[in-house]
């Protein structure tokens, strides 16, 4: 290794099968390894696997899930303004008092409350019908939205605004009936 720690020894088997010893950077050191058959034999590498087995435009689902946390943060983030607004200190849940607090914190806490079944019926039925499944979650993410601002209002009445997010919750629950079917041999290719 050079004096600056750029440069390491690596033994390499050649074409011919014979084993050489070579200078390269820790950089190509470490996609050397990951390129190598060592690593797709280890857990890390089997990864890639279920990754290509994944149906085409599964990406879409996933990205569904990261919009739902996204729209939980700034729900959270809306909560935490709130308690400086209202003057709510931690751990105090809700406020006896403050009405419009409350309805900032219940929009959170409604949807922390659904938010892993939403999870489980869109990853589960997005393995089977990708499409479909995402765009349910986002119909359900807009959902949520709606229900947030509505219930931001102060009205609490106003939070059925949200309420057609149970059409998507049908929708994702469907499909993930049809993966189970499937996967039970009951329900056909």
């Given at each position: 290794?050079?004096?600056?720690?750029?440069?390491?020894?690596?033994?390499?088997?050649?074409?011919?099968?014979?084993?050489?010893?070579?200078?390269?950077?820790?950089?190509?050191?470490?996609?050397?390894?990951?390129?190598?058959?060592?690593?797709?034999?280890?857990?890390?590498?089997?990864?890639?696997?279920?990754?290509?087995?994944?149906?085409?435009?599964?990406?879409?689902?996933?990205?569904?899930?990261?919009?739902?946390?996204?729209?939980?943060?700034?729900m959270g983030i809306n909560v935490a303004?709130?308690?400086?607004?209202?003057?709510?200190?931690?751990?105090?849940?809700?406020?006896?008092?403050?009405?419009?607090?409350?309805?900032?914190?219940?929009?959170?806490?409604?949807?922390?409350?659904?938010?892993?079944?939403?999870?489980?019926?869109?990853?589960?039925?997005?393995?089977?019908?990708?499409?479909?499944?995402?765009?349910?979650?986002?119909?359900?993410?807009?959902?949520?939205?709606?229900?947030?601002?509505?219930?931001?209002?102060?009205?609490?009445?106003?939070?059925?605004?949200?309420?057609?997010?149970?059409?998507?919750l049908i929708a994702m629950l469907g499909?993930?009936?049809?993966?189970?079917?499937?996967?039970?041999?009951?329900?056909?290719?």
């Amino acid at each position: 290794m050079t004096p600056n720690g750029r440069w390491t020894e690596q033994w390499r088997e050649t074409p011919n099968g014979r084993w050489t010893e070579q200078k390269v950077s820790r950089r190509n050191l470490f996609t050397n390894y990951l390129s190598s058959k060592r690593f797709h034999n280890t857990k890390m590498g089997n990864l890639s696997k279920i990754v290509d087995a994944l149906p085409d435009h599964y990406g879409c689902v996933i990205f569904t899930g990261l919009t739902g946390t996204f729209i939980n943060l700034w729900m959270g983030i809306n909560v935490a303004k709130a308690r400086k607004q209202y003057d709510v200190p931690y751990p105090t849940m809700y406020s006896s008092d403050n009405k419009m607090f409350n309805c900032i914190q219940r929009t959170h806490q409604n949807t922390l409350e659904n938010y892993p079944m939403f999870l489980m019926l869109l990853f589960i039925g997005g393995l089977q019908y990708p499409r479909t499944s995402a765009c349910a979650g986002t119909l359900y993410n807009l959902s949520r939205i709606v229900y947030a601002k509505g219930y931001y209002t102060g009205d609490p009445e106003k939070r059925g605004w949200g309420s057609f997010s149970l059409v998507a919750l049908i929708a994702m629950l469907g499909c993930t009936v049809g993966v189970a079917l499937r996967q039970l041999r009951i329900f056909p290719h």
